[in-house]
């Protein structure tokens, strides 16, 4: 920590703290943005700037966006009859890249995990239960990962749902147990999409 002067330091420091990103690379990056354009460089500290004060989560599917409603929500090309239910923003965007997929989502921001506490209701599910209500669905996709938090959360949601006349499915187990849907590729995450099994 001492060898580098403050501002490095801090900035070493910080970028360390981030997921994946251990010392090495920390001070690799550190350097890296040193050397670049300063405009560059800056550019970054603009967007992270940025999606801190204009990125909020959609109103309706909890997508990342920057109004009220995402630009999926704000599409009426997109099927209005399917919904995907999935754990985070991020797996909503790998399910967009392998374009297999033109309903609306909705995004829980997690799954039940009660080891860590994570119940039910610290997710967005009462707003799912909203939606389908009011909304004329005719299927519901479950897109949690396939791990044993992300089925017990499926199958928490699909009991939950069970009264709703919608078709509940889940993506096929193209997507090897255990792997999450962040790391699957295009064609994986396809393939899972098409070959989707009642729940
Ligand atoms: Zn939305």
Redo the contacts with the bound molecule.
Sequence with gaps: MDKHEGAVSQLVDLLGRLPGIGRKSAERLAFHLLRVPEAEALALADAIRKIRSDVRY??????L?EQE??????DDERDQTRICVVEQPRDLMSLEQSKAYNG??H?LLGRIAPLDGIGPDQLTIDALVDRIRAGNFTEIIMATNPTVEGDGTSLYISNLLSEYPVQMTRLARGITAGSVLEYANREMIADAMSGRQKL
């Design positions: 959609c109103a309706q599917c909890f997508n966006c409603l995402c630009s999926i929500c704000r609306l989502y995004v």
